[in-house]
């Protein structure tokens, strides 16, 4: 079978390296808040470009942290794409804010910025930019259009190492908000998230709410919950943050080749603006026609392909039983959601097994 991300084969590459970390936390005795925690935060923090980072037990609890330092307020409005994974629009619901989307670019499969002004009112509040298949939106270009007094929240769950004309996504708003789930371009071996600010009192803040809102064992100084990164999971993480780099260049490097081999009067991969550097988190594209057929034949062919995302958030149930009625005026992204399709793809992929899933397509399309 060729799976759409195979993990097994990263964890083979760096066996030993997370090997070792592993056992070094198991016989330290300190699995809460320790040291391997303390130091992620701040190689993430010099990765990224910013001062400060505060982990998190989930790439959802590190949108929904900044959205509640944010101060929102029922009825406040949070500005986004309709296009991307669920708890993007989750952390915007918990915090009691209303999500307000923009349509999509068709090529980018980005949120298009020329709508921006059209949907900002005086409930505005925050805008939430996702950078989507590790492509990245243009935040410096948002901040021209918002000014000081909106919020910019980045959702970079899909961009570690993602770039807008040299700087890394996550640091060009207030707030970025990283996930570490498995398939990630770093990926803990479970659950696992992370906010970057540049705010020092904000940041001490958010490490008094992921613990309770304590200071200590037994003071606690403000609202809190219970969302902190594992030090298991920061031990994995500091290992597989050494090798970023080269496992996002490897993806670049492959991405390339899949446009060469797919047959390009069939299947249009996601495009990247001048400016720009995609990581690809995923490999996304869109097909000519019959897409779920296409799906259906790469699995006759043990070929494992999945679509982000075959609905919008906006038809999704739990957003009508939200609001009543579903979001009208979104021609590209409904558009969008019936074309993408997700090809087998990861850093470890070997060039002859994409070679067989271009095979497939071209004879699919008798290309």
Known sequence: MIWRCDLVPQYEAYKSEIDAAIQQVLMSGRYILAENVAAFEQEFSDYVGVKYSVGVNSGTDALMMPLWMCGLKPGDEVITTPFTAIPTFSAIRHVGAKPVFLDLEPDTFLMNLDQLRTKITERTKVIVPVHLFGNAVDVERIRDIVGKDIFIVEDCAQSHGAKVRGKMT????????????????LGAYGDGGLVVTNDKDTAELMKKRRMYGMISKDEFVTDGINTRLDELQAAILRVKLRHLDKMNARRQELAAIYADLLPKEH?????????????????????????????????????QANVYYPMPTTKQKGYVAAFGTDAPGLPVTEQLSKHIIALPFYPEIEVSTMETVAKAIREFYGA
């Open 170 to 185: 996550g640091s060009m708003g207030d707030f970025g908000a990283f996930s570490f789930y498995p398939t990630k371009n």
């Open 267 to 303: 299947v249009r991969p996601q495009a990247v603006r001048q400016g720009m550097e995609s990581v690809w988190h995923v490999y996304s594209a869109t097909v000519s026609g019959r897409r779920d057929e296409l799906l259906q034949f790469l699995e006759s062919r043990n070929i």
